[in-house]
């Protein structure tokens, strides 16, 4: 199917077109929204506010610095790696400015995975927090990087609680090893030096030029740079906008776009949060609560506790480990109109539960780096699909192929590919892969993933091609029998994998983390799931872990349980 099928019976409100013309980049799309909302609240960190007004001020002191006194020149890359501080948006938005590409790079990265994506991206510069300055130092000569910026957990927030923060944090926690870096320079005192210093524009502004080299997660092999453009990341934030501008039935606004709070706790070096809130929530001037480590729950729930939450955004392990917490049920969910989830598959029983907590739907979203990151998303007023993904944005096309290429009838499964404004230019420096990820004709992005299209344009994906298990010659796919078992009252998550068979070919493995101390045989699992389940799908073994190995945004990494 090469339409789109948002539509005013399905999404009422929504723009029946969009102008994909009406930036030239994204530092277009940062400014605007700085002017337009100069008072509005923009960002909490710590329970410490920036306005738009601040984010510019300080965004502005940080692209003088680069341009004046490095010798970073336009076009060249800096890498940023920190997790949801204060600091990341304005270090994005500054750089951005200064006419730097960003390179997104996460924190938990080994110095392995440092060396590759700082030599693979040819960053020049480096901004990261000094939890992993130890491992920068370790790694500074193996790398290009000439130019090292440090700052630290608190320091965007006031006198006491910046000294409170990075004093529990470095001597407390001891989260902070000693390092030797006698050449870089202080993030906080940039910023106190320059502010008020203007900056040199219009660097980078072609729509076309790649802007962040967003790197993929490397879960079905090597780490790749995916080269995201101004046109990309505004599309996708034009497409994602459009959606928050559903009515209802009486021409009400869904989500309002005043005094809306909503919640980040997801990373925003990775490309889902990046667009949602560092582009799309931005641009509509809405106010983003970061949370620096969402693992910690009890932390994360008194963060976002003073606010009246108007969205929230995660994914399925996220709402779990909420749902989890006696506290959770304590905060004010009067003012939610939505919550959105993508990443990685959504569970039944985490749909539900989440309703009957919050009152609120969750709508289910599927995206990849490579799509900046949104590809379809499930209404927000009411008609979302359970079960899937939802319907495919304004001015994307998408179809389902089989093993030959040739595109699959509606209803049958078949890989997914795409074709839209949002898709990347490519992979950066890998020409092959780039060829490799496209049709034949290089008219779309092949997704990797098996889906489902149904006749009213609904989406489900079954799972990745490389997680399919094979048993018998008969297709297993991972994501049903997790979805089966996530609704037992003793597992509190699960992943599986097919492992070798000498009668089968394959047979299905799983990997349960439980809930309590009771630890279900194999053959209390294949009962549980006998009614549900045909019989080659039933799991064959099971092992308990701990907790199952996952990426930084929740996805379970098959791969290394395989």
């Not at 209390?524 to 064959?540: H, M, N």
């Not at 073994?541 to 945004?553: A, D, F, I, K, T």
């Amino acid at each position: 199917m090469d339409v789109s099928f948002w539509d005013d019976k399905r999404a009422p409100g929504v723009a029946n077109s969009l102008d994909f013309e009406k930036f030239n980049s994204v530092i277009d799309v940062i400014e605007n929204a700085m002017k337009n909302f100069p008072e509005r609240k923009a960002f909490t960190g710590f329970g410490h506010t920036l306005t738009f007004r601040e984010v510019d001020q300080y965004s502005a002191a940080f692209a003088h610095y680069l341009q004046e006194y490095t010798s970073l020149k336009p076009g060249d890359a800096i890498a940023i790696q920190m997790p949801n501080t204060l600091q990341y948006p304005i270090a994005m938005y500054g750089a951005l400015r200064a006419g730097l590409v960003v390179v997104n790079t996460n924190p938990l990265y080994t110095e392995r995975e440092m060396i590759h994506q700082f030599n693979d991206s040819g960053a020049k510069a480096l901004l990261c927090t000094d939890i992993f300055a130890k491992s920068v130092q370790n790694i500074q000569t193996k790398t290009d990087i000439g130019t090292i910026l440090i700052t630290s957990m608190g320091d965007m927030l006031p006198t006491l609680k910046r000294f409170t923060v990075n004093t529990v944090i470095k001597h407390v926690k001891k989260m902070v090893p000693s390092y030797d870096l006698p050449n870089a320079v202080s993030f906080r005192k940039i910023l106190k030096d320059n502010l008020g210093k203007s900056f040199a524009p219009n660097h980078l502004c072609n729509p076309n030029d790649t802007i962040i080299l967003q790197y993929t997660g490397g879960t079905t092999g090597v780490s790749k740079g995916a080269e995201l453009t101004n046109k990309n990341l505004i599309a996708n934030m034009l497409q994602a906008s459009a959606l928050l501008d559903q009515t209802d039935d009486s021409g009400n606004r869904l989500v309002p776009l005043t005094d809306c709070n909503v919640v980040a706790p997801l990373p925003l070096y990775h490309i889902y949060s990046f667009t949602v809130h560092l582009m799309t929530f931005f641009h509509l001037g809405m106010h983003s609560i970061l949370i620096a480590n969402p693992r910690d729950t009890s932390l994360f729930i008194k963060a976002i506790k003073p606010w009246k939450l108007s969205g929230f955004i995660g994914l399925n392990t996220l709402f779990v480990s909420l749902m989890n917490h006696p506290q959770f049920k304590t905060l004010d969910f009067s003012k939610l109109v939505f919550t959105l989830s993508g990443g990685t598959a959504l569970h039944l029983d985490t749909t539900i539960r989440w309703k009957e907590l919050t009152k609120t739907g969750i709508s289910e979203a599927y995206g990849l780096t490579e799509t900046s990151p949104a590809v379809c998303m499930n209404p927000l007023n009411g008609l979302e699909r359970i079960g899937t993904v939802g319907i495919a944005l304004q001015s994307t096309a998408v179809k389902c192929i089989d093993d030959e290429g040739n595109e699959v009838a509606i209803g049958e499964r078949g890989e997914l590919c795409i074709s839209g404004p949002q898709v990347m230019k490519g992979y950066w420096k890998q020409e092959q892969a780039t060829k490799d990820t496209f049709t034949d004709d290089g008219q779309w992005l092949k997704t990797g993933d098996v889906a489902i299209i149904d006749e009213d344009g609904f989406i489900s994906i079954v799972d990745r091609i490389k997680d399919m298990i094979l048993v018998s010659g008969f297709n297993v796919y991972p994501n049903e029998i997790e979805d089966v078992l996530s609704t037992h009252p003793d597992i509190k998550d699960c992943a599986a994998i097919g492992i070798p068979d000498e009668k089968c070919g394959e047979t299905v493995k799983i990997f349960i983390v439980a809930k309590g101390d009771n630890k279900l045989s194999i053959e209390e699992i294949k009962a549980f799931c006998k009614g549900q389940l045909t019989s080659y799908k039933l799991p064959r073994q099971v092992e308990y872990r701990n907790e199952l190995p996952m990426s930084p945004v929740g996805k379970i990494l098959r791969r290394e349980l395989r």
